[in-house]
C-alpha cells in the first residue's frame, strides 16, 4: 500500500514540476 502511495506522490510531484518548468520559462 505504501509503495502505491509513494508511487502517485512521485507522479503529482513530477506533474507539478514540469508545470510549474513550463509555466517558469
Known amino acids: ?3 502505491v502511495f ?3 506522490v512521485s ?3 513530477l ?3 514540469g ?3 513550463m509555466e517558469y520559462l
Open 11 to 13: 507522479a503529482l510531484l
Open 19 to 21: 508545470y510549474f518548468t
Open 15 to 17: 506533474i507539478a514540476g
Open 1 to 3: 500500500m505504501k509503495k
Open 6 to 8: 509513494i508511487l502517485i
